[in-house]
């Protein structure tokens, strides 16, 4: 006989267990399952005060308590005055329980009530550790998520996991906690830096080079165009950026379908061959060997590129593949390799991503262009000749690139909420102990100048 109603949304059944050695009588075992539901909509300018699709949703209490940090408060700001604001510092460095806290105090000095959701908006960093205080805050708190960035719009989005780091060690400390709806509006990547349309540009290939080739070949097709315009947002030529525009809106909703039909149904990722996970073998290692780091996009673009390389070399990919996929990123010019990832920084990566998953390398490569395989039948033999010959590739094909070098590949005060004046004193003395830094860079050539004319050359497989 029950009290009450459920305190849970759960459905589960509850069955007695025999008494083992030890115990007492009987036990009991659970077995239940919990309905999750979230959505998603496109709305071009979704502060627009003629549109209520985000008003609708605070109907009921009235108000609104948005999350943002400093940069996005200065852009959009006075587009929601009305709003009741939490600014936070944002960047790398300031995903840590300090800016966790402020939040949760936020939340409560607000006088949040049970169901009443909050609003982020910003970047994937804004929805990693708002998400996260919003998953600890009375232990569920809803939350409504608007993505500001490329990589937030294709990528985070995605996923319902959020966290911060902790000391050293990169989100470390997490949940899974899905916001109850995700607005998706790609005309915020006006005002968003050409290097970060690179570094998202990066997610996008990650997804449609292993999973979907109708997304990929676009790519090949609009690659530099898409990164220079803001997928097409700030093209001056009105015929040619309806053309644009509509390929990048096809482009982005493919790869943001194409996503969660892969990860929807392995939400908490209990499953590990994930084919999302490309990209991401060796490209944790990596991104945080040189200082400044190498920006995310970059990183997994090089472990992409490595692994193409790999795949070309077991006859997964033809030449014309292999050649077709690092046209296409360094045409836009993202980075596909680093003078830091050798022998040893491989292998360290390696090791460091087989406790990740679970004793196998689970490695996502084209087989071909546009499927995934997952390699687990290595050798480190193979796996150091693949990286010889990755390199002798890229010297021989892109020598302009200076050893595989993107543009604006490194992460700048702004990625990681430093003082400007402090980090170019730590680059400085960086550079000067390494050698290994911006200097490395190919002085700022334009992303449509990087690779649009490869030597003609054939590296040995």
């Known amino acids: 006989m029950s009290c009450c109603d459920p305190s849970s949304d759960m459905s589960a059944k509850v069955t007695e267990t025999p008494a083992t050695k030890n115990s007492v009588g009987t036990g009991y075992a659970v077995q239940g399952s919990e309905e999750l539901r979230y959505s998603y909509s496109f709305v071009d300018d ?33 587009a929601i005055e009305t709003f ?60 409504i998520r608007v993505g500001t960035t490329l990589i937030a ?11 911060i780091n902790h000391g050293k060690l990169k989100n470390r400390l997490g949940a899974y906690h899905a916001p109850a709806h995700t607005f998706l509006d790609f005309n915020f990547l006006k005002t968003l830096p050409e290097g970060q349309i690179r570094n998202g540009f990066a997610e996008i290939v990650k997804i449609s080079h292993v999973a979907d080739k109708t997304t990929w070949d676009l790519l090949v097709k ?46 908490h990722e209990i499953g590990l061959d994930r084919v999302i996970a490309s990209g991401h073998a060796v490209s944790p290692t990596l991104e945080l060997a040189p200082f400044p780091p190498l920006r995310h996009g970059h990183a997994i673009t090089v472990d992409m590129a490595w692994s193409a390389t790999l795949a070309h070399s077991r006859g ?21 390799d680093h003078e830091l990832f050798d022998d040893k920084l491989m292998m360290t990566g390696v090791a460091a991503i087989l ?30 000749k693949a990286l010889a010959t990755h390199k002798s ?10 050893g595989g070098a993107g543009v604006d590949g490194y992460a700048d005060a702004g990625d990681l909420g430093a003082d400007p004046a402090e980090l170019a004193r730590r680059q400085a003395e960086s550079l000067a102990e390494t050698g290994v830094g911006k200097a490395k860079k190919p002085n700022g050539v334009p992303a449509s100048k990087v690779a649009t004319q490869p030597a003609a050359v054939k590296a040995s497989a």
């Open 46 to 78: 979704i502060f627009d005060a003629n549109k209520d699709d985000l008003a609708s949703m605070y109907t009921k209490w009235g108000r609104v308590l948005c999350v943002l940090d400093e940069t996005v408060h200065s852009i959009y700001g006075s």
């Open 84 to 143: 009741t604001f939490h600014i936070f510092k944002g960047g790398e460095l300031n995903k840590n329980m300090d800016t966790f806290e402020g939040m949760v105090d936020a939340f409560d000095q607000f006088g949040l009530i049970r169901k009443e959701p909050v609003l982020v908006v910003g970047g994937g960093l804004a929805s990693d550790v708002c998400g996260y205080a919003c998953a600890s805050y009375r232990r569920s708190t809803n939350w």
């Open 153 to 163: 719009l294709i990528d985070a989005a995605i996923s319902i996991k959020v966290g």
């Open 222 to 267: 609009y690659g530099p165009d898409l990164v220079t315009t803001g997928f097409g947002r700030k093209e001056s030529n009105k015929s040619y950026a309806q053309e644009l525009k509509q390929a990048a809106d096809t482009i982005c909703r493919r790869a943001i379908k194409v996503m969660l039909d892969l990860e929807s149904p392995n939400l």
């Open 316 to 336: 997964y990919i033809t030449d014309a593949e292999r050649d077709e996929f690092f046209d296409t990123v360094t045409g836009v010019g993202l980075t596909i």
């Open 355 to 384: 406790k990740t998953r679970d004793g196998l390398l689970r490695l996502a490569v084209p087989k071909p262009l546009g499927t995934c395989h997952f390699i687990n039948d290595y050798t480190e033999d193979e796996l150091k």
């Open 393 to 402: 590739y890229i010297k021989q094909r892109y020598p302009q690139t200076n």
